[in-house]
């Protein structure tokens, strides 16, 4: 039996809305980042959106974490705790953020700059959401996990930088991690065969140093260990006998 959740074409429907769903808040919050606006001010924003069009957002309450967004800045690689700290220009932002509707959840994460940031940091965002890109031009049926990972792999190392190693992306559906692991470094033609109607989380995390992290102070926060600039892409994609489509 398949541990990739098969969607139904019900749930495939709900899928689609929790993705445009979430587009939409991603969209919201990323306009409004901008210098000395506060962290928790764009959660809020994102909250507001996801209920005011019938979602949830799954990220609230997921084992106990308190926001609806993830806001990673600078040497931040995922899971930062929105809050009273305020954007200054020259900050390198991840905006994370989670729907559930109708059951299903969608997962996407975009990096903006604020302001001005360095040549090398506006080169480390745009490497970052071209791997997301070539990965996602891998999916389709039959397809192996490992031809994601070789593709974001080649892509960031091809261009001078390094894939965080302990963060991976994941399988959706009625549950926000599941089967299977995407990791951001492997090779072609291993690891799963992806089957038609299941959801991908592909999400490239990066940095300019290495790809070795620590934990922060508050249980959440993961940094780079160099505190080196992390930038983080992601999109939620449905497997289709045609290939793929992105939703979120």
């Given at each position: 039996m398949s541990k990739f959740q098969i969607l139904t074409a019900k749930e495939i429907a709900a899928?689609?809305?929790?993705g445009k769903?979430?587009?939409?808040?991603?969209?919201?919050?990323?306009?409004?980042?901008?210098?000395?606006v506060t962290t928790r001010?764009?959660?809020?924003?994102?909250?507001?959106?996801?209920?005011?069009?019938?979602?949830?957002?799954?990220?609230k309450g997921y084992h106990g974490y308190p926001a609806s967004l993830c806001i990673s800045i600078n040497d931040e690689?995922?899971?930062?705790i929105p809050g009273e700290r305020?954007?200054?220009?020259?900050?390198?932002?991840?905006?994370?953020?989670?729907?559930?509707?109708?059951?299903i959840c969608t997962d996407a994460c975009v990096t903006v700059a604020v302001g001005e940031v360095t040549e090398e940091e506006k080169r480390l965002i745009e490497v970052t959401e071209r791997a997301l890109k070539e990965a996602v031009r891998q999916v389709?049926?039959?397809?192996?996990?490992g031809d994601l990972s070789?593709?974001?792999?080649?892509?960031?190392?091809?261009?001078?930088?390094?894939?965080?190693?302990?963060?991976?992306?994941?399988?959706?559906?009625?549950n926000?991690?599941?089967?299977?692991?995407?990791?951001?470094?492997?090779?072609?033609?291993?690891?799963?065969?992806?089957?038609?109607?299941?959801?991908?989380?592909?999400?490239?995390?990066?940095?300019?140093?290495?790809?070795?992290?620590?934990?922060?102070?508050?249980?959440?926060?993961?940094?780079?260990?160099?505190g080196s600039t992390s930038a983080h892409f992601e999109h939620t994609v449905l497997v289709v006998p045609e290939g793929v489509e992105v939703i979120a």
């Open positions: 899928a689609r809305e929790s769903i979430l587009r939409g808040a991603l969209d919201l919050v990323a306009g409004a980042a901008r210098e000395g001010e764009l959660d809020r924003l994102a909250e507001e959106y996801i209920r005011s069009h019938g979602g949830e957002p799954v990220f690689c995922v899971h930062g305020t954007l200054q220009s020259g900050d390198v932002v991840g905006l994370d953020c989670g729907v559930k509707y109708k059951g389709r049926p039959s397809a192996r996990v070789a593709k974001i792999q080649e892509t960031v190392e091809g261009a001078g930088f390094h894939c965080i190693r302990a963060l991976t992306g994941h399988g959706l559906g009625s926000l991690h599941q089967h299977p692991d995407i990791h951001n470094l492997g090779d072609a033609g291993t690891g799963p065969e992806i089957p038609a109607y299941t959801l991908l989380a592909i999400e490239p995390i990066t940095s300019i140093g290495t790809g070795s992290i620590r934990e922060g102070d508050d249980g959440w926060t993961i940094h780079t260990a160099d």
